[in-house]
């Protein structure tokens, strides 16, 4: 006989006002940096601060948009950069990542190898920054685009092996082992067979390695010094690095940044809480 858990009003309310505040928590600070970015100048330094804009300003919106502006160039080359870098960074990782993971959890692969790549992410990132300056600089890679999709590799791809062994574990072997008997080969059981089930954790997998390339400011601000290589997170802090600071420009920078991993997080979305929790419970 199963046994239903009722919640009393008290209880209920006390769940509600929890969530309240939480979200309260959580949209704050988003919902300042949009009025901050639609602000004008002197509503921002007013003393006492005016939380609501006397006069809605749209005009950083499209001096950053347009291409022929100095600052708009900025933001968009580093928007641009940040896209390739995250997605190829990500895709790498994953495509890796997975067959690293089958590798070691269903052909005998050391498992002390891949303790040792977990803890290369163990490490604070300063540890590395010299030995691949150095090699970078004798590639002639340094201030690219490939030096960062390297860099992010080294970072993402241990820890997609992790997150996919994880799933793959505890999926029987059985149906791998039915699809051996008529015949398939490795490749195409895990193309065919594998991939199907785990694609929830696939999906949280590309979006937390694309989240955590997008977001990377360390080796991003070391390797790149100019429009070319240079991502939204350095960009972002270039807009805060003048004499004057207009902190609705950064604001709006800060909002159009914000975009790709919310839509990028709404897309995967489903995939997050099956793809994270897939490899905790087995049977």
């Known amino acids: 006989m199963q046994n239903t858990l009722k919640r009393s009003p008290a209880m209920s309310l006390l769940l509600y006002l929890t969530l309240t505040v939480l979200s309260f928590f959580v949209l704050a600070p988003v919902v300042w940096l949009v009025l901050m970015s639609l602000s004008s100048p002197t509503d921002l330094t007013n003393v006492p601060l005016k939380w609501i804009p006397s006069q809605w300003d749209f005009s950083r919106y499209a001096t950053l948009l347009d291409w022929h502006n100095g600052s708009g160039k900025r933001f968009l080359a580093a928007m641009f950069n940040s896209l390739i870098i995250a997605i190829s960074a990500s895709a790498i990782a994953l495509f890796a990542g997975v067959l690293a993971a089958y590798a070691f959890s269903r052909r005998n692969a050391s498992l002390p190898l891949m303790f040792a790549f977990l803890a290369t992410i163990m490490m604070p990132p300063i540890t590395y920054i010299l030995p691949l300056y150095s090699v970078f600089s004798d590639l002639g890679i340094l201030n690219t685009k490939l030096a960062l999709i390297i860099s992010y590799c080294a970072m993402l791809i241990p820890f997609a092996i992790w997150l996919m062994k994880t799933n793959i574990d505890v999926l029987p072997v059985e149906i791998e082992q039915a699809a051996l008997v008529e015949g398939a080969g490795t490749l195409y059981t895990l193309r065919k067979v594998v991939l199907p089930i785990v694609l929830p ?83």
């Open 201 to 283: 954790a696939i999906g949280a997998t590309a979006m937390l390695s694309f989240l955590t390339a997008w977001d990377e400011f360390f080796y991003a601000l070391i390797f790149s010094s100019d429009l070319s290589s240079k991502t939204i997170p350095v960009a972002i802090a270039d807009f805060s690095a003048g004499r004057v600071t207009d902190f609705g420009v950064i604001a709006a920078v800060g909002v159009l940044a914000s975009i790709p991993p919310v839509l990028i997080a709404v897309f995967f979305q489903r995939f997050i809480v099956s793809g994270l929790v897939g490899g905790s419970v087995k049977g």
